[in-house]
Nanobody, 129 residues
Framework: QVQLVESGGGLVQAGGSLRLSCEAS????????LGWFRQAPGKEREFVAA????????YYSDSVRGRFTISRDNAKNTVYLQMNSLNPEDTAVYFC??????????????????????WGQGTQVTVSS
């Protein structure tokens, strides 16, 4: 059983930065496609970023591209989300997710929650104006 635990959320002023971490236990972390999603109150969970198993490719939503960076450290079984130039619209609970299928290539399905099997419990990010 794979478990994912996020950390690093908190309260930050607009224009500030946060780095989220998600540590995995169990399974074969290095073979996973990993993603970050977020969910604001009253809204659906939305894709933020993803990284392939080889870390050769990263993908972002239009709303965060250029401000957020996803990375992974397979030796630490951890995926990160560096968030810069935060604005109040980034306020949400952030979830990490893992797809254990072992694919090397990225598919459109992995821009959706249905593309991931394992999920963390989420960490709150609040950006004040």
């Amino acid at each position: 059983q794979v478990q994912l635990v996020e950390s690093g959320g908190g309260l930050v002023q607009a224009g500030g930065s946060l780095r989220l971490s998600c540590e995995a236990s169990g399974g074969s972390f290095s073979t996973y496609t990993l993603g970050w999603f977020r969910q604001a109150p009253g809204k659906e969970r939305e894709f933020v970023a993803a990284i392939t198993r080889s870390a050769g490719s990263t993908y972002y939503s239009d709303s965060v591209r250029g401000r957020f960076t996803i990375s992974r450290d397979n030796a630490k079984n951890t995926v990160y989300l560096q968030m810069n130039s935060l604005n109040p619209e980034d306020t949400a609970v952030y979830f990490c997710a893992a797809d254990p299928s072992g694919l090397y290539y990225f598919t459109p399905r992995r821009r959706t929650a249905a593309g991931y099997e394992y999920w963390g419990q989420g960490t709150q990010v609040t950006v004040s104006s």
